[in-house]
């Protein structure tokens, strides 16, 4: 029986070039993305979305949805710089939700370049999968979740110790946080307004896990 079927061919990805892994001097340079996987109690798989500054190690975002197709990252993106202001660049690698045209579009718009790192070279992005094995072995596979909000609660309260209490080597032993106000050439006057994950958050974290929405106020 003979059809007449479309055959369909493989997208070829555009030369990527390879460029050095470089601190940036100041906050909101570049920053790096990336997605990991996990499953609640009762099997449903879900995705996060991981968004991190590279000049401070700071994570800036990590959404958990069941699903993250590329108008929900270009959406998670604008509430992001609603409150921490855009970056230079953002630093990615070849899957199908960040070579999107949609994506592309409105990176460009915004003025924003997406750097692609070269296909089968994750350590161009070394700084975002260093903080998804950290990710991994320290919330992801300690932590049975029953579902998305308890798992969210749970990963808001995780970020908030990450970035106010974790000393990280790379950081000269300071915190995200910390090394934010010593050596981000703010202000000091200033330090304490520039926008930070924890500054939308209260400082008991039993407020935190129970609160219904990631972007409650208090």
Not at 84 to 90: H, V
Not at 93 to 101: K, M, R, T
Request: glycine share 2%; aromatic share 12%.
């Amino acid at each position: 029986m003979k059809l007449n079927l479309r055959s369909k061919r493989k997208k070829r990805l555009p030369a990527r070039v390879k460029e050095p892994l470089l601190r940036p001097v100041y906050p909101n340079v570049t920053w790096s993305m990336d997605f990991m996987h996990d499953t609640l109690e009762n099997g449903k798989k879900v995705r996060s979305l991981n968004i991190i500054d590279d000049f401070n190690r700071e994570i800036l975002q990590v959404s958990i949805e069941t699903s993250l197709p590329s108008s929900k990252v270009i959406s998670k993106l604008k509430e992001l710089i609603e409150w921490r202001g855009k970056p230079e660049k953002i630093r990615v690698d070849n899957g199908p939700e960040f070579i999107s045209e949609k994506l592309k579009s409105w990176c460009e718009f915004h003025e924003i370049e997406l750097h692609y790192i070269q296909p089968g070279q994750p350590t161009q992005n070394s700084l975002i999968e260093r903080f998804n094995r950290t990710f991994r072995t320290d919330f992801l596979d300690i932590y049975l979740f029953e579902n998305l909000q308890q798992m969210r609660n749970y990963a808001e309260a995780w970020m908030w110790k990450y970035n106010n209490e974790r000393p990280h080597s790379s950081l000269m032993y300071l915190t995200p946080r910390d090394f934010l106000l010593k050596y981000g050439k703010l202000a000091q006057a200033k330090g304490n307004e520039f926008p930070t994950f924890q500054q939308n958050l209260p400082t008991s974290t039993t407020e935190i896990l129970t609160k219904n929405s990631t972007f409650e106020c208090y």
